[in-house]
């Protein structure tokens, strides 16, 4: 599950030793996060991104714990049980503003983390599981964050969660009945409300749980890097610890200056006014909208506005679900044999001409109001967000001609790989 | 890092280690006070972060805020006990007939458990307003005898049918497993009549 020359744990002491037979916990982590585990030498500030996202995980679950101790998840007083937090708790704002702008935060960083995977191909084999198990995170992670973003029971959290529901009704015949039986009721209520807060506190188990095969599935091929070429060589790779545990801790030190500068100074920037409204079953907020993270996918939804052989309600809940399930089939639709952006010219003139301002006109679109020029502008990305997997990525990978790779790892960095480095060496070629 | 650091005589070259960074004169690595800083600074903050974690287990403002009780002592008749709350915990506030004060006073200290006089247990000026938590000081039950017709143990106070600690007028510990009299919490008499808890 290595590189032959990944250095062996070797116990210290008797303790460690005694402790290395019985259960090898200190092998693992050293293999894992260590000394033992050797990376491509190349990686840049990308590659940060999955440790971040450990860490908003970690740092989710936490401050999550501490609300679950002071909230209470009855319609009746779950909106006070929040204020409650945020005046009488000790230090219940902080944890409160941190969860809330943590679960934002993640998504940066996850956003981020599959831009990465996207533009350097890194769910071509032999990563594959390694990318569905990331879709299936991702999915994870927004049924958690739907159903966190009702607990406060606010405007929004209330909408939100009939909206949401209101998808399922759009399946013909047992829709209705399926949201009914989703919501526990004929509106979002006490039932409701219950049962998202008893998911809401298993899900992140779930996602944690993913979270060790995806890294699992990792660490068999290892990381890929920039170039997307292959290790080769030890003088291809550097220990993870020392070299990646300090580009991880100098990065995660940049992410909680930021984190805290909105935590403490922006708290409420990314959130909406309306969810401090106590919930109302009899009016709806004027303008409703998801969180951010949300926002490409509900302008999908919202992209389809009249009937075609099946209603445009049932489009609108195929084409957002779609849109992420395509993710899938991702390794399998694109075709090029080289991974890394940086070698496909073709490629890359479509993923940032055309695939990221389409993303871009969705994000937007999902924010704004229901009304033209939006709609229209919704309709365009939507086709053109379809077509760049569906159409443009296999034809592209099948047909361009990658520009010359480099021989290897080594040879990138240090524009000669003329003493490759093989078998046992301690010390990276030079 | 402590034998690179030794002064090289014969070999006049500067330690190298495998990553390339040399030792300065005085033998500190640039290196090695980076790390060192980073370090102490990131265990800094990960026990600052933990502040917080727990004080928010403590209790709350809306807790804190019902922490006082005030009590109107006028229509409690010698002999008789009313029960009250302070901190979510019973307090029983009891009038004293003078045969009960006497009872009190005729102790001898030296046979009592937790010696303490009845002066100790009530305020100056009001000897016959004897305000003690309602809790056991064994394990926390209600003891009896507050309320009207309930049993107040061998000694005429209180007493606790959980595991029969008997207590006397004075409230204090007679006979049983309890440790300690009653707890007199803190409280003071704002009027003749009124007495404010906590
Ligand atoms: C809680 C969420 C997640 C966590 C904690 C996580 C963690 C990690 C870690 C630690 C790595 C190795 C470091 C790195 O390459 O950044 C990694 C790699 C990877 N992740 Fe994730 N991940 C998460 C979600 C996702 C999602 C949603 C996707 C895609 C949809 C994904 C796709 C990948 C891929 C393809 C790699 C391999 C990258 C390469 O080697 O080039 N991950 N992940």
Redesign the interface.
């Known amino acids: 599950m290595s590189f032959p020359w990944a250095k062996q744990y070797q116990p210290a002491n008797g303790f460690t030793k005694w402790i290395d037979e019985k259960l090898p916990l200190p092998r693992l982590v050293y293999n894992a996060v260590g000394a033992g585990y050797p990376v491509p030498r190349n990686l840049n500030y990308m590659w940060n991104f999955g440790v971040l996202a450990g860490f908003c995980l970690m740092m989710q679950i936490v401050t999550g714990v501490v609300l679950a101790m002071h909230y209470a998840a009855n319609a009746q007083v779950a909106f006070a049980s929040v204020e409650h937090i945020m005046r009488d708790v000790n230090w219940g704002w902080l944890m409160r503003y941190a969860h809330a702008n943590g679960a934002s935060f993640f998504f940066v960083v996850i956003y981020l983390h599959i831009f990465r995977g996207l533009f350097y191909s890194s769910y071509k084999a032999p990563r594959e599981m390694i990318w569905i198990l990331g879709v299936v995170i991702f999915l994870l992670m927004m049924a958690t964050a739907f159903m966190g973003y009702v607990l406060p029971w606010g405007q929004m959290s209330f909408w939100g969660a009939k909206v949401i529901t209101g998808l399922f009704s759009a399946i013909p015949l047992v829709g209705e009945p399926i949201q009914v039986w989703l919501l526990g009721g004929y509106a979002p209520d006490n039932a409701a409300l219950n049962r998202f807060y008893s998911l809401h506190f298993l899900l992140p188990f779930v996602i944690a749980g993913t979270v060790i095969l995806h890294i699992w599935a990792l660490h068999i091929p290892g990381s890929s890097n920039p170039t997307g070429v292959e290790v080769k060589s030890e003088s291809d790779t550097v220990p993870f610890h020392p070299y990646y545990t300090v580009k991880d801790g100098f990065g995660l030190g940049i992410f909680l200056l930021v984190f805290f500068t909105f935590v403490f100074f922006l708290p409420n920037f990314l959130g909406h006014p309306d969810n401090y409204i106590p919930a109302n079953p009899l009016s709806t907020p004027a303008h409703i909208v998801p969180e951010w993270y949300f926002w490409p996918f509900y302008a999908i939804l919202r992209a389809f506005t009249t009937d075609f052989i099946i209603s445009a309600k049932l489009w609108g809940v195929i084409a957002m679900f779609a849109s992420i399930l395509i993710w899938f089939l991702l390794p399998w639709l694109d075709r090029s044999p080289v991974r890394s952006g940086h070698y496909r010219p073709l490629f890359r003139k479509f993923f940032w001409f055309g695939f990221m301002p389409a993303l871009l006109v969705l994000f937007i679109c999902g924010g704004a109001p229901a009304e033209q020029p939006y709609i229209m502008l919704s309709q365009l990305a939507t086709a053109y967000y379809f077509l760049h997997f569906l159409v443009i990525l296999p034809i592209v990978s099948a047909m361009e001609t990658p520009e010359e790779l480099p021989y290897s790892i080594t040879q990138a960095v240090l524009h000669s790989d003329k003493k490759p480095v093989l078998g046992e060496n301690t010390s990276p070629a030079v | 890092m402590a034998e690179m650091a030794e002064p090289a005589a014969e070999i006049p070259v500067k330690p190298v280690d ?1 990553t390339g960074s040399a030792a300065g004169d005085d033998g500190v690595r640039r290196r090695d006070f980076l790390n060192i800083a ?1 370090v102490s600074a ?1 265990g800094v903050g990960g026990i600052a972060v933990l502040y ?2 727990i ?4 209790p ?4 804190l805020a019902e922490s006082t009780t005030e009590v109107d002592t006028s229509a409690i008749e010698p002999g008789q006990a009313i029960k009250a709350v302070f901190r979510k915990q019973p307090l029983f506030v009891r009038r004293l007939t003078p045969a009960e004060v006497q009872e009190a006073q005729a102790v001898p200290l030296g046979s009592l458990r937790d010696p303490a006089t009845l002066e100790d247990m009530t305020k100056p000026g009001h000897l016959d307003m004897l305000v003690t938590m309602g809790v056991c000081t064994h394990l926390g039950c209600v003891p009896l005898g507050a309320g009207e017709g309930e049993n107040r143990g061998e000694f005429g106070g209180y007493f606790c049918p959980c595991h029969g600690s008997h207590y006397d007028t004075a409230a204090r510990i007679r006979k049983g497993p309890a440790p300690t009299n009653l707890v007199v919490p803190e409280y003071e008499f704002t009027t003749d009549t009124t007495i404010v808890v906590g």
Do not use: E, N
């Not at chain 2, 004080?55 to 403590?58: F, N, P």
């Not at chain 2, 709350?60 to 807790?63: K, L, N, Q, T, Y």
């Open positions: 495998a980073a990131a917080p974690l004080s928010q287990m403590a709350s403002a809306d807790v």
